[in-house]
């Protein structure tokens, strides 16, 4: 199975979709085609830049593709249930065992808490994904009922993740509106998400840092 089947398969599409209708009940941010699809673009461009192989860089889109499926199970530990579900659809197709293998453990590893950046597919996917934080992800469209997750997405205006031409860095640049969240509220909800992003960084021997309104916090 290839990414671009990957992402045609009406059973996969599926998960995806539910697993959002699941999250959108409880209250939270957009985890649907347009989330999954912009980490798995994010996750290619950081392996492309960093000269992993084409492989590598397939694996990690699929990797991403599939990371919120467990959202379907429940939130919690839902990069666990996630992992054993895309087990269980790739086994079925004639995709060899230690890409599968690869795949699994990336998004058994994405989620702050339990995630560890344990190879460059995981490291990936890790920075992509908690980098997507972005108006358009609020479903809320009632600012006065905002709690402190729709805040801060809300603020953000501008969010870009950039490798510098040196391959030694890669920022995270925020433009916030501080009418809507201040950046102790973003360090709040967000700081276990940003010093797993330093150690993913790490793994692949590159700088992180982070940049709100210009001024440099990590």
Do not use: W
């Not at 059973?11 to 939270?28: M, P, T, V």
């Not at 079925?92 to 339990?114: C, F, L, R, S, Y």
């Not at 603020?155 to 995270?172: F, P, Q």
Request: hydrophobic share 40%; aromatic share 6%; with cysteine.
């Amino acid at each position: 199975m290839t990414y671009a089947e990957l992402k045609k398969d009406p059973s996969i599409r599926a998960f995806i979709q539910q697993a959002d209708e699941s999250l959108k009940a409880l209250g939270y941010t957009e985890h649907s085609f347009a989330h999954v699809g912009r980490v798995a673009e994010t996750a290619g461009y950081i392996l492309e830049t960093m000269g992993y192989s084409a492989h590598q860089i397939e694996l990690a889109c699929m990797a991403a593709y599939l990371h919120d499926i467990g959202n379907l199970v429940n939130r919690i530990e839902h990069s666990q249930s996630g992992a054993t579900m895309a087990f269980c659809i790739l086994e079925k197709t004639d995709m060899p065992a230690e890409d599968i293998a690869t795949i699994v453990t990336a998004i058994g590893n994405h989620d702050e808490g339990t995630g560890v950046p344990v190879n460059p597919v995981a490291a990936a996917l890790i920075l992509a994904d908690k980098s997507d934080v972005r108006r358009s992800r609020v479903r809320n469209q009632d600012v006065t009922t905002f709690d402190i997750h729709d805040r801060v997405n809300y603020s953000v205006i501008n969010s870009t993740l950039e490798i510098d031409d040196s391959k030694t860095t890669i920022t995270l640049n925020l433009t916030v509106d501080s009418q809507y969240s201040s950046v102790m509220d973003y360090f709040e909800i967000f700081l276990q998400r940003m010093i797993l992003c330093r150690k993913a960084a790490e793994s692949l021997c590159l700088q992180f840092k982070l940049i709100i309104n210009g001024q440099p916090l990590m």
